[in-house]
């Protein structure tokens, strides 16, 4: 059964590429199943992550060196010999139609009508690509009705033409299910970073740090927020007990560690004694490492909140925070990074029955393709 996965595979971040390796890894775990990341990117998202040149000379080098990493990283992904650049849907449709026996679409946001990308687009995937069509931990929390009206009606359409429709957060499940026919076909999904296709080499990570100019004789706090201020609201509180490194965005008075591949990142975070993140995956990767972590909401309201959704699977909510002046008032945040003690077992409970569950899902689409 050859199987193609339709998601965010081309983007410099790390969740993006990590869910992406993570699904079309464990598939092909499966004996007659041959998977592959259809190499898609809209003209957009090229555009997008383009280096530009930044005023600060420091940045601009980074970020240069993030695509390195990145374009590294590339060759460990199962990409398809053909590639996709086009904004056209059709155009999309006729390179990929009759290629597969199955094809998954997600995960990730790729159901957010509100982004960059527009409301409505290839993946979604709408008409006939003469295989049957499931989406895997699919995101787009914002209500689909946002989007303008014909393109809902567009989007309401491509969603009843799915076989089963798996998404990994209340949000989506609840537009979801403002457009399905048939909601037997709705499911919830863990993000496919519980897969667990690639764990933290913690001894990698601290030689990463050392590389980095991070003392690691010391206890060391990973920062992955938006706000870059954070590390310097950590030290005026903690003072120069720990270290502070900055993922992903740089952030002041730390050392950064941005230059490295998706796989770094996660050996970096496993070498981490604590974890301070706004971010999906780094929340991810925390629990998956057994990092202790505190997660802290930057962009929705706890009703839309995907972090507040992952951590009540786990029951974790006590490690959320639903805006940073909540965090940074909260004796137990500071208590928890100083003591950096978490009980794991139920972690590992969840993410084993979630990995018992795939096969359900695996048994489910090959049922698919053979009617």
Not at 6 to 11: E, K
Not at 41 to 61: A, D, G
Not at 305 to 334: Q, Y
Request: one cysteine or more; charged letters at 25%; hydrophobic letters at 35%.
């Amino acid at each position: 059964m050859k199987i193609g996965i339709l998601t965010y595979c081309n983007s410099y971040n790390y969740g993006a590429y990590l869910q992406a390796y993570n699904l079309c890894s464990k598939l092909n775990t499966y004996e007659n199943i041959e998977a592959e990341l259809i190499d898609y990117s809209m003209r957009q998202e090229l555009e997008i992550y383009k280096v530009r040149i930044h005023k600060n000379p420091l940045v601009t080098y980074e970020k240069y060196m993030k695509k390195i990493a990145f374009t590294k990283a590339k060759k460990d992904l199962c990409l398809s010999q053909y590639s996709v650049r086009t904004d056209d849907i059709e155009t999309f449709r006729n390179a990929v139609y009759g290629k597969y026996d199955l094809i998954i679409a997600g995960s990730d946001q790729i159901w957010q009508v509100d982004g960059f990308r527009g409301a409505f687009n290839a993946y979604w995937l709408p008409g006939d690509y003469g295989c049957p069509k499931v989406s895997f931990a699919a995101s787009g929390r914002t209500p689909f009705k946002n989007a303008p009206e014909e393109e809902f009606s567009k989007i309401k359409k491509a969603i009843n033409e799915f076989e089963y429709v798996g998404v990994r957060d209340k949000a989506t499940f609840s537009n979801i299910e403002g457009v399905i026919e048939n909601e037997e076909k709705v499911h919830m999904n863990l993000d496919p970073s519980f897969l667990m296709q690639y764990l933290g080499d913690k001894a990698k990570g601290k030689r990463i740090l050392k590389k980095h100019g991070v003392d690691i004789g010391r206890p060391t706090i990973a920062v992955m927020t938006e706000n870059n201020d954070m590390v310097q609201i950590l030290r005026k509180k903690l003072g120069d007990e720990f270290n502070y490194i900055g993922l992903f965005h740089r952030q002041k008075g730390a050392k950064n560690v941005l230059d490295v591949t998706p796989f770094e990142w996660v050996d970096v975070i496993s070498a981490s004694d604590f974890m301070v993140t706004s971010y999906f995956h780094g929340t991810c990767y925390s629990i998956i490492n057994k990092t202790p972590f505190h997660t802290i909401e930057m962009r929705y309201r706890n009703s839309e909140s995907k972090l507040l959704d992952l951590l009540s699977v786990f029951g974790l909510e006590n490690r959320f925070s639903e805006n940073l002046k909540v965090a940074i008032n909260s004796n137990d945040f500071w208590n928890e990074i100083r003591n950096r003690n978490m009980a794991w077992e139920n972690t590992e409970r969840i993410i084993k029955g979630n990995n018992d569950g795939f096969n359900d899902f695996v048994s489910g689409i090959s049922e698919m393709v053979r009617k």
